[in-house]
């Protein structure tokens, strides 16, 4: 074995470090090469002739299997939980007010009901009772009208105003609406 194919074998063995030392152009074998470049057949995997390629085990570095370490795989995890963490609550928030949307449309139609259950009011007054959970209370009250008041005529129109509360846990819904009655409402009426 020659003094350069010993020399180009132990500069195959150092690695990528040393790769001044596989340069082809330094010394040229079997035909002259233009500086900078290698001939082809040197680009052959194992040559002894030309620059050694770099494997997987160089490329990571000596005594490091390719593979992740247990901090990048620890930071992963916690990255991951974090968000496993906040999807859940907010699917949780989701169902508690899906819950109290739900809570709150029964109260309002439950209101709504008890308002239009009263079309002509006669007198005044306030009512009460439940439904299932719910608590309401109905307040139907006379509303001064000046303006269709004339003296000495009998009234030909009212107003009344009708107050509903719907109450249940710690929330509250409440509906209020006017009825203008012709007369005394519900009464017969005299006949001229």
């Known amino acids: 074995m020659t ?26 074998v079997g035909g002259a090469t233009i500086p900078g470049r290698v001939r082809r057949d040197a680009l052959k995997h ?25 901090l990048e795989v620890l930071v992963a995890l916690a990255i991951l939980s974090l968000t496993v963490v906040a999807s859940i609550q907010g699917f949780a928030a989701g169902l508690r007010l899906l819950k109290l949307s739900g809570e709150h449309q029964e109260a309002v139609l439950i ?49 009344w105003a009708i107050d509903v509360r719907v109450t249940w846990g710690d929330r509250q819904v409440s509906v209020a609406t006017l009825r203008t009655v012709a007369g005394d409402g519900d009464q017969p009426r005299p006949q001229p």
């Open 3 to 28: 003094s350069r194919a010993r020399r180009v074998e132990r500069a195959a063995r150092r690695g990528p470090l040393f790769e001044h030392a596989n340069r082809l152009d330094a010394a040229p």
């Open 46 to 70: 194992g040559s002894h002739r030309g620059p050694r390629r770099a494997t997987r085990s160089t490329r990571v570095g000596r005594g490091h299997p390719g593979g992740f370490t247990l």
């Open 111 to 159: 209101a709504d009901q008890k308002a239009r259950e009263i079309t002509s009011p006669t007198s005044g007054g306030i009512e009460s009772g439940t439904e299932g959970p719910y608590a309401w209370e109905r307040e139907v009250k006379i509303v001064a009208t000046p303006d269709l008041d004339i003296e000495g005529r009998a009234a030909k129109w009212r107003v």
